[in-house]
T-cell receptor
C-alpha cells in the first residue's frame, strides 16, 4: 500500500490479557518506530527498528512490552498482562532512516477494561 | 535529554486571521532536526516540514511559514489567512542527528487550533 498500515484500528481487551498490534510500513522504508499517545498528549517514543534489529528500545515502559520485526518489514508490538494504564493510541511510523521525515499510520486505539 | 515545549495549549481564531504556533526546544546535539506535524480529528499525524540544525532559512509553503531561530531555540509556525480546515492539533518535534537520540522524535504537548467560520 501507499502508506503505513496498522491493524486493528481498535482493540478492546480485558485486563490481564495479551495483545498484538501490527504495523505494515511503507515499502522500502528501513526505519520503523512505535509511539504511544495518551489523550491530550503528544506521542511518546517506545522503540525504533533499523532493519530487523531494535536500534533503540529505551522508551518501552517495562518488560510487559516487546516488539519484533523479523524480516525487516512488518512489525508487531506485543503487550503481556495488559493493564488499564496501557489504554492509549499506539502509533507506528516508518522512514528512510535518520532525520528524514517519518510517515505515520492511523494508529491502533487500545482500550483495556 | 531532549525536550520540546509548546506553550500554547489551545488557540481559537476566526477564519482569515493569521496565527502563530510557538515551539521551543532543548537539545545537546549539535546536529538535529525539527519537524511540525498536523493531527486532524481523524487521528493520523500528517508531516508538514523538516528542518536541519544547519539551515536557519525561513520557509514558506503556501499559507504556511516557519521561522527557525537557533539563538532562541525556537521553531515557530505561522498560518496566514487561516481556514476552518486548518483546525487540528499541531505538534512540534525534535530528532537527534546521531548517537542515542538518532532516529527518534521527541514531541511537544501539542497546540489545539480551532478556526471558527
Amino acid at each position: 500500500g501507499a502508506g503505513v498500515s496498522q491493524t486493528p484500528s481498535n482493540k478492546v481487551t480485558e485486563k490481564g490479557k495479551y495483545v498484538e498490534l501490527r504495523c505494515d510500513p511503507i515499502s522500502g522504508h528501513t526505519a520503523l518506530y512505535w509511539y504511544r499517545q495518551s489523550l491530550g498528549q503528544g506521542p511518546e517514543f517506545l522503540i525504533y527498528f533499523q532493519g530487523t534489529g531494535a536500534a533503540d528500545d529505551s522508551g518501552l515502559p517495562n518488560d510487559r512490552f516487546f516488539a519484533v520485526r523479523p524480516e525487516g518489514s512488518v512489525s508487531t508490538l506485543k503487550i503481556q498482562r495488559t493493564e488499564r494504564g496501557d489504554s492509549a493510541v499506539y502509533l507506528c511510523a516508518s522512514s528512510g532512516g535518520g532525520g528524514t521525515e517519518a510517515f505515520f499510520g492511523q494508529g491502533t486505539r487500545l482500550t483495556v477494561v | 535529554a531532549q525536550k520540546v515545549t509548546q506553550a500554547q495549549t489551545e488557540i481559537s481564531v476566526v477564519e482569515k486571521e493569521d496565527v502563530t504556533l510557538d515551539c521551543v526546544y532543548e537539545t545537546r546535539d549539535t546536529t538535529y532536526y525539527l519537524f511540525w506535524y498536523k493531527q486532524p480529528p481523524s487521528g493520523e499525524l500528517v508531516f508538514l516540514i523538516r528542518r536541519n540544525s544547519f539551515d536557519e532559512q525561513n520557509e514558506i509553503s503556501g499559507r504556511y511559514s516557519w521561522n527557525f531561530q537557533k539563538s532562541t531555540s525556537s521553531f515557530n509556525f505561522t498560518i496566514t489567512a487561516s481556514q476552518v480546515v486548518d483546525s487540528a492539533v499541531y505538534f512540534c518535534a525534535l530528532s537527534g542527528g546521531g548517537g542515542t537520540s538518532y532516529g527518534k522524535l521527541t514531541f511537544g504537548q501539542g497546540t489545539i487550533l480551532t478556526v471558527h467560520p
